[in-house]
Structures are given as C-alpha cells and as structure tokens.
C-alpha cells in the first residue's frame, strides 16, 4: 500500500513538474515574441552616431565595422580608383573583391577622396564636423602632418571621440615604429607562450593582434561616447577625447597572471605546447579515427569523473585530489587519458564523457562551424546580399558579431560597397557640395568619378 501511494505521490509531483515547465516554457516563448515585435520598433544601441572611418586593412576598420553592426552610420574614406587594400586581398570573386572585404566593409558607405591633395584634406575636415567618431590608423603624426590631428578638428567639433589604432601607441620612443599585428604579438609576449619548448615560436593562422585592437577600440569609442554625455557643453568645452589604442597593449591585455606571478615569483612563462601550464589535465588528445578531442578536466570533481570513464581510478586517489597535486604528474595523467582515447573514436570520446558531464568538444574547421546545428541555431552566420541586382548577384556568408543584444540586436543591412558606391549621398547630400564642384574635384583627381 505505501509503495502504491508513494508510487502516486511521486507521480503526481512529476506531472506538476512538467506541467510548470511547460508553462514556464510558454512564458519564455511569449516573452521573446514580444521582444521581437518590440525589436522592429526599437532603434539600434548605436542609431544615430556618424562614424568617420579614415583605417584601412584590419584594426581600424574592424572597430568600425562593429559600431555599423550595431547601428552607427560609418562613412569609409577610401583612395579614388584602389581604394581600401583589403579589396583585393586573398580569394577575389569573379567582380573583382575579396570575400573578406564585403564582410568586413558591411553597413559602411564608401565614399573616395585623396587625403595627399590641400582639397581631398579639407573635405575630411568637414565629414569629422559632421560626425562623432573618427577611427584611423595612420602611423602616429601622420594626420597632424596633414592638419587632422584632434588638436586642429578640436577647434570646430569639440565633441567628436577621435580613436586612433596604431601598433605601439601615440606617444613613448616606439610610437613611429610600423604597426604590424605580428610584431606587436611578439612584443605582447603573446608570441612568446606559444608553440612547444625550444621551437620557434607558434603564429595562429589569422591576424589576431589586429582584431584584438579594433575590438578594443570599439570599446573605447562606447565609453567616449558613455563619458561625453556625461559631460555639459559649453564654449570651449571638449566634451570628446582621444582613444589611443595600441596593438600590442590589447594583446598584454589578454596575458592574464602573467605578469603578477612574474612580479611575485620571479616565473616566465614558457611555451606548453598544446596544454596549459599549471592547469592538468586540459590537451588535445589523439583518437583512432585519427582526429583530436579536447578534454578540459581540470576541475576536481570533473578531473575524478573523466578518469572514472577513462578506466583509471587508481589516479583518483589523495595524491591527485587537486589541481596542485596533479601538476605534478602531469606526464602520467595526459598520457593515461591518451592511451585511453587511442581505443576510440572522437564521436565515441564525446559520447562517454558528455554522459558523465566531461567538458570536451571536437575541434572544428570552418566547414564543421558552417554546418553545425548550435551555430545554426544561434544564428551565427548570417547571409548577406552581394550586388543589387538579382542577376549577377550572389549571396554571401559573414559571421554575425557578439554579443547578442535581446531587445537592440545588431544585424547586417548590407555587404561592403563597391567602390565609392556612397559618394552622391556623401558629396551632395551630406556635405551639400554642387556639381559644378563635384565635376572640379573628379577632375582634379581629388574624389572618385562614381557617382
């Protein structure tokens, strides 16, 4: 009799269970869909900030690129007839431009103009009065040498958040040094921890410092904008402010204890291959089908359940209780775990660790982010529009950008222009040049003939 009842009490319970969370499901799926409609009325975070983009390559137009996600208006300046470099980077497709530059140049309006011309100068000079970002990454003092510093844009747009990238800053004795991503990585001391013991040193298959500063910038320029509103205008007030970002500071940024356990301790970190030093077990490790699996079970209670799974249980005892025990035995603990996963596949890996709730994934190249479901799911690709007619147009994969802003979100309107393809909106709608003008500078060679 009492198992019965209990058998129903239980029974009952679970029910209630499902049937509350269905409701809370209910409730969620009402919630967001009336975010989404409320979504279509909201303007975006950054609506109604111009942006200035003067950069070319990676690290200023990347930060440019992210505040025209999120709703800016970014003006791209490019050279007349070359324009920004990026174009013709890597793989061209059949018009000419390189993949990356339409994803990088989304939500932009390019417009051309010679910035080595007294006219093509001035015509700068009057976008940034009209704007509230400027972004460039000129070598340092290139653009008081041309009459742009922020002390001369200062005198008529006191407001505006000048951000400047550059490889080692504006100021100290390295300033005027080139600013190459994979320099400034080495100065980091991000070169340096990568790659396996006495062997040159490691460079990921991307332009890492580059991307690492213009997401940097793009924060700078957020707070200028946080910390202008804060400030009351009055004459001769400069409520803007310069935000120097340089490439190898954003990579220091990222070195985590690096430079406190120097300071304490004496200790320069080495490289470690594919593990971490002082965090064990977390490696890449080798499966029968011939591909890797990372395994991260370095958590105390995760380190016991992986080794329960692997069929190790005698490294589960005192001796191994922690992580500070277990560096120690680093060796003998990755190489158990090894000669484990040798035995099976990576999918049969996976399997059995997620069932004892292992931290480990597959490595994936960009065919398997492409098209797997999570991504999928959490809409990390999106498809953009190339060329405005149906034709000769194609359509093009980009990453959207993080984070996901539930009531604001980001999104992207359109892939990068063709070459001066804004220069009437920029010319005669924005600067209310007239033709006449217009014809003046084209043939000088000031703008670009597209119009």
């Keep these: 009799m009492f198992n019965k ?109 010679n910035l080595r011309t007294a006219e093509g100068k001035k015509l700068v000079g009057q976008l940034a009065n009209k704007s509230d970002v400027l972004i460039e990454n000129f070598r340092p003092g290139t653009m008081e040498k041309w009459g742009l510093g922020p002390d001369e844009l200062y005198k008529t747009n006191p407001s505006l958040i000048y951000t400047r990238v550059s490889g080692y800053g504006q100021t100290g004795p390295l300033a005027a040094k080139p600013g190459y991503a994979s320099v400034c990585e080495a100065m980091a001391g991000f070169r340096y921890i990568n790659g396996f013991p006495n062997q040159a040193p490691v460079r990921p298959n991307i332009s890492l410092g580059d991307s690492v500063a213009g997401l940097t910038a793009a924060l700078g320029v957020v707070m200028g904008l946080l910390a202008r509103n804060k400030v009351s205008s009055c004459d001769n007030l400069i409520t803007g402010q310069v935000v120097d970002v340089a490439i190898y500071e954003s990579m ?49 209670s995760i380190y016991k359940r992986l080794m329960q799974a692997a069929g190790r249980d005698d490294l589960t005892t005192e001796k191994f209780a922690t992580n500070k025990d277990r560096v120690k035995y680093q060796e003998l603990i990755d190489g158990a775990i090894s000669e484990w996963t040798k035995t099976l596949t990576s999918k049969q890996v996976i399997e059995k660790l997620e069932k004892v709730d292992v931290p480990c994934g597959s490595i994936y190249n960009i065919d398997d982010i492409a098209n797997d479901d999570h991504v999928k799911e959490r809409k990390l690709i999106e498809t953009v529009r190339v060329g405005k007619n ?54 000088g060679g000031i703008i670009g003939k597209t119009l």
């Design 5 to 113: 009842l209990d058998s129903t009490v239980f029974s009952s319970i679970k029910n209630s269970k499902n049937k509350l969370g269905f409701f809370k499901r209910g409730l969620e799926a009402s919630r967001k869909l009336q975010i989404t409609k409320e979504n279509e009325k909201r303007p975006k975070p950054l609506k109604g900030i111009r942006v200035l983009e003067l950069g070319q390559l990676i690290a200023g137009p990347f930060c440019g690129t992210i505040l025209g996600y999120y709703g800016a208006e970014v003006i791209k300046v490019e050279t007349p007839k070359s324009g920004d470099p990026l174009r013709i980077w890597r793989h061209l497709d059949a018009d000419g431009i390189s993949p990356w530059f339409r994803s990088l140049a989304r939500n932009k309006k390019s417009c051309e103009i």
């Design 252 to 300: 220091f940024n990222m070195m985590e204890g690096i430079l406190p356990e120097y300071d304490r301790f004496g200790e320069i970190r080495q490289p470690s291959g594919t593990t971490v030093t002082g965090i064990v077990p977390t490696n890449a490790y080798l499966c029968s089908d011939g591909k890797y699996v990372i395994i991260g079970g370095n958590g105390d």
């Design 390 to 443: 149906k034709s000769n147009g194609y359509d093009l994969k980009v990453p959207a950008f993080a984070p996901k802003l539930e009531s604001t979100p980001g999104e992207t309107l359109w892939a990068g222009p063709d070459l001066g393809e804004h220069n009437r909106e920029v010319f005669i709608n924005l600067l209310e040049l007239k033709e006449h003008d217009i014809k003046k500078l084209q043939d």
